[in-house]
């Protein structure tokens, strides 16, 4: 019954800890490669989790360029989309879409003050979604790094809780 009322308050973090252990048995295989090759553990699991960092950094980098490549052409492309907007509502419509130019003026004259609240809850509501983001983050960092650089050792941990037969299946 605890842990069915609490779920909802550490599922994140549990989720989180899964996404740690599947990347550090991803990262693995490169680690001991390079203790094979004279690295201290602690020393290659930082250099593999570096490059692997490095890596999506990188992906991140390049279709983050073109995603906001894709963005401002979008934007750009407004004006004329609303031009052409408006010159076909005000030709087949009795109803009279205001310039570009007056079209701030024209919104803030009829706004409605649940949308400014709206706005706001949207806005923290984003903030949060950021915070809890960069904390995940974090903590995937971090534990990652942890789980592969004391491999060994949790694996020694976990296996004095097995029996001798299940020690086998579980190495």
């Keep these: 019954v605890f842990i069915w009322k609490i779920w909802g308050s550490v599922r994140w973090i549990a989720c989180d800890l899964v996404v740690c252990l ?7 295989p490169a680690v001991r ?20 960092l490095l890596l999506a950094g990188g992906f991140v980098w390049i279709f983050g360029k073109l ?5 401002t052409d979008l934007l750009s492309s407004v004006p004329k989309f609303y031009q052409d907007l ?36 949207t806005a923290a509501s984003v903030v949060g979604m950021v915070s809890n983001f960069a904390i995940s983050f974090m903590i995937i960092l971090f534990v990652t790094y942890y789980i592969l650089a004391s491999g060994p050792k949790m694996q020694r941990s976990i296996c004095s809780c097995l029996k001798p037969s299940s020690q086998k299946n579980f190495l």
């Design 86 to 121: 408006q010159r076909y509502v005000n030709s087949h419509t009795s109803l009279k879409l205001p310039q570009i130019k007056n079209l701030g003026s024209f919104v803030l004259q009829r706004a409605q003050t649940s949308w400014i609240g709206n706005f706001a809850s």
């Design 22 to 28: 599947f990347l550090s048995l991803a990262m693995e």
């Design 33 to 52: 490669w390079l203790i094979k090759h004279g690295w201290k553990r602690a020393m290659a699991a930082f250099c593999v989790w570096l490059c692997v």
């Design 67 to 71: 995603f906001i490549t894709q963005v």
